[in-house]
């Protein structure tokens, strides 16, 4: 089984990020050493150096850059220049060092002892993940969120006993290869991607999120289920209602976990998701978030329900606006529309049940 | 002279906001009493409902709506309430009431000790401003941002005495009515009212900045200051230049202040700001910021400095890609292509020196 | 009328802080340039370089050490070292630099954007002074913090057009000379001489605040009134009661003000104030805090509260066993206990009425 | 194998917490379900009532009291009454119910997005613990920082699934039941149970931390161990050295671990440990503290200090008043001076190895 570091490495080489910088010490140790071929280590002698390179080198190539920072005292030698990068919105990864998970909590030395609070002020994002199998998905969306814009630093720390644990593909699921595209999916080449890839889908399903539920909203995201024949959802334990549900349409909520909600669109080979959290379960299964064959492509202008995705690519930008750009690209669809009339939703504190009249 | 709360209130006008919720507390009273009739305050007998209701108006108006909160408690007291706002992305503006500034640091009774940090993890933005008049401009600050994508509350303290002092109009040319578009420009229509208002100047300028520093950015801003016919200027002590200073339409960086950077626009009636800061000043100076009949729309990916900027309206998204479609878009100008070669900007300790060749 | 500056110097040579270190920038010079004779600045050229010798000079000499430092990058570089001193428990007070306040809200360049939030996480306190007339008295209080027990490193941020504002001495009084003793009171050299103080009063007054309203807390201080034959008031609005209001040494609570809370001590020598602030003002009044020839020595349990404490000098320790030891060891008084019977308080909304009854 | 929730139980029993108050959702179900006969839950149907109650029942007994809040709208529901609780320095101990761990990074439905962030401004501690088995040490440490000097309201968050986790013997040696007296260790009363402890000692060693590195304190300490006949070690990496290293008694630092630690205390009844980190490991081993039949008490000024230590009992207070007032109070010893004079200190990046020289 592969370890957090090898899941690590593998979402560094994802995003092109094999050359990094740093200032090494004992809790980078097990991340650093036998580092594989394809990655250089570019050593400054103080953290200001070290992250300033990161700076320079994510300014230069336009493209996120890590810095391998030590334990608190090397994070605060380097906010200087994590302050730069913030102001000239450049997409710094500082990535510090923690004592093992046994003694953070008595305060052994070079222990982090504030990783979400020291770097306040100079990041977008500062998280320390609650468990190991979680590192690689975490610092999967320190990177998304350094990219998108406004672009700036962030910050991850990772307890050193980390690394050299097993990462259950159970897990993994949730670091799956995304791309979220840093361009607003209005900017016109963007939109053709986007336009493409639903074109493209012999049956697509939709789910709608709370950011519809405006006039706006509605009209365009019912224009576009009509001129798609598709399904619609509404996620899980929504804030608000983002599409009709006397739409014929409509099919009432995703479900609480990966299991329920993947069932649904059993049959769907792309999964068009507009303004909503993909996805916002409520429990934990060990499951694969869609079915074998579907996809999920995203629209969101939360750049953190972007970078947080559990799966799919994503485009930012304003949800109501692609789905009025995809509805009058779109050629009329010869699917027929969805059958039976669904009943607007039940709720029980059950699963969330579905009932059809014919 | 008009007093900081007169200058308050037509902020709010501005914006729309003259429903607002609160329950009142003594910090509060200078801003309440005697309200003008066109204001409407709906009480709440707990923060929980004043700001539940301010939510549930800024969720159904899809407007940035106002809760007045008492000091500290009262902002306590709401914050599960603006946890609710943020996870459902509503423009909550949160106004909370401040001791007088004689007494602050003595932490006297009804203190709202920590206006920066309290409201942390709950809002976009926090600030107490760092002296009366600039109440007017930090509330106008917060309203934008809370509009922006992504959406959310924010939080301005007032210490109660600043609401009666005079407000200096050479204070309030930071408050003037601007508009912040929160769609981003690259949706057609805000895209349209964009070009309508560069294909109407006269005689426009350019300031480009740092954001554009990329390959994509040189092709594009050359691109359009070609098509404009139109000087450009970096701003001041930029990060990075955004244009190349061997383009014959380079003019060197704007001045350190107000007058020495409103001089160079003399005779443009419209000036084009693309991925910079209006204005990255570094000298205070009581003085417009632009010439009489000079007007300014800037573009920017970054919502915290299109709310901060102190003059022109405003919109969201990539200035590159705004770049693009404006040249793209325009017809050729039958303006003189700027005369002269400007030689690269030799950098002193003074005011910037523009060498011109001819 | 001295200045901010003039003052703040004073409060520098009355902690004997006039060797300190720095590394400068523009937002500074207000400060440095011109320094008088008897200081000295030790330049260092990165703030890593500066904030640890400034460390050092606090470990070895055992007392606060200043250090300058340049707005938001300066203080980012410094966090390092701020971070170290956190950890050995050293007083490295930071100043750092800030725009004139008529620029920090438009992010002009060299604003220090986060004052209160960037030092989070290696700070006892982080401060930026509400107005000009407060910057000597929140620095005041933040070299006490600093010193007291855990001691630790603090910052204040001053933005650079208040040092040449003129020092109101009416704002000036809340920064007056005040010995605040890092020593608890129970170290027995401490305690003797705050006995010596309490037993050369001629006529002491007690003021006692809501951490004495312990069973243990009613029994030492009533001890202690009847043993001084003193007049005891409870401080404004309390959040409970510390005293007995049956007591016939009960005087109900002070005022809201200065000077209604000055009047009460009229004849009194020395005020004895215990587990309370110094003062809980309500209302700004720009008075003396005390009547002529009153002084006053209080006792905390919390370093912040005898940080500001507007007036007098502080022990540090647990109220209710100070007031232990002194009924013990002062001898019987031979002043006639206080005349007449105070009848429970009577709030009102309106300055709090006292009932006596003969 | 005992649960975490078991252990927490247990501590909550320690501490006398089995009245606690609450307004509860799913998150909190694993925790509150079956509660054990000897607890009471006292329901508030919203967050401000629970908390407030919890707050007064600190108040009445003097104890710290237990509220148990749902996932951040309930932690920010209740932030109103913990601002209360701060001002009234009143020990209330808020637990949060968090998500699973596998879902809180993708921001599932109830999770508690900012533990350490947004109850910053009211609480002096806030906290999730780093892995299930840490949360009945996390809440001790909270526990005893809620009451200490000045004592105030903590925060701990605590994910749904730790509850019914296995808690491991050797994990939980971090939370043996521990004394620390809230009385500063010069209280009269509590100095004299230090004494006697001291007294009864066979065979006691002594640790000096960095805290002693003064005139003072080197005077003190080396008075204490001459008095007692005692060894004296410094911790392990220390920042200074609070020992004479050429002193006949001194012996060198502690070891790096625990193993490496307890083995130097063997034959010794108890360890005294002054100004120091109990204690300063750097590597994590899976073994007892201290050999059987030895135990330690320790005083220190710094309250986290003093909630972190592993293993013993604390007094609170200047740790060189405490030794200087044992070496006066304590009778000559008969027992010999440590034999043999320890060289320096030789360090290498292995163990450190002590020079014995006759």
Chains 1, 2, 3, 4 share one sequence.
Not at 272 to 295: I, K, M, N, Q, S
Request: glycine share 8%; charged share 15%; aromatic share 6%.
């Amino acid at each position: 089984m592969p370890t957090v570091r090898d899941a690590v490495l593998d979402v560094l080489r994802l995003h092109g990020m094999n050359t990094f910088f740093g200032n090494p010490g004992s809790t980078e140790i097990p991340f650093l050493a036998d580092l594989p071929s394809d990655f250089s280590y570019i050593l400054g002698l103080n953290e200001v150096v070290a992250a300033s390179m990161a700076d320079g080198h994510a300014r230069a190539t336009g493209r996120p850059t890590l810095v391998s920072l030590h334990s608190t005292v090397g994070l605060g030698n380097a906010m200087g220049a994590l302050v730069n990068a913030q102001h000239a919105h450049s997409p710094v990864v500082a990535l510090v060092g923690q004592q093992t998970r046994a003694l953070v909590h008595s305060r052994a030395v070079l222990t982090n002892e504030h990783p979400h609070v020291l770097p306040l002020g100079t990041v977008k994002f500062a998280a320390e993940p609650v468990r190991a199998a979680r590192v690689p998905a975490v610092l999967s969306q320190a990177i998304h969120l350094a990219r998108l814009s406004p672009a700036g630093p962030v910050c991850v720390s990772v307890p050193m006993d980390d690394w050299h644990r097993e990462c259950d593909p159970l897990d993994a699921r949730y670091t799956l290869p995304r791309h979220v595209f840093a361009d607003s999916v209005l900017n016109p080449s963007a939109f053709a991607r986007l336009l493409d890839r639903v074109r493209a889908a012999r049956n697509p399903a939709l789910v709608v999120g709370p950011a519809l539920d405006t006039e706006e909203g509605y009209r365009h995201t019912t224009a576009l289920a009509e001129r798609l024949g598709a399904p619609v959802w509404i996620d899980w334990l929504p804030d608000r209602c983002g599409f009709p549900t006397g739409h014929p349409a409509f099919r009432g909520t995703l479900g609480p976990d990966a299991p329920s909600t993947a069932a649904l669109f059993t049959g769907h080979d792309l999964v068009v998701a507009l303004g909503c959290r993909v996805f916002r379960y409520f429990v934990d299964a060990p499951a694969p978030h869609l079915p074998a064959g579907t996809e999920l492509v995203s629209v969101t202008a939360d750049p953190q329900d972007a970078a947080t995705a559990v799966v799919g690519d994503c485009y930012l930008g304003a949800p109501a606006a692609a789905a009025e750009l995809l509805a009058s690209a779109l050629p009329a669809t010869a699917r027929a529309a969805p059958g039976g009339r669904v009943l607007p939703l039940a709720y029980t504190d059950a699963a969330p049940r579905l009932l059809t009249a014919d």
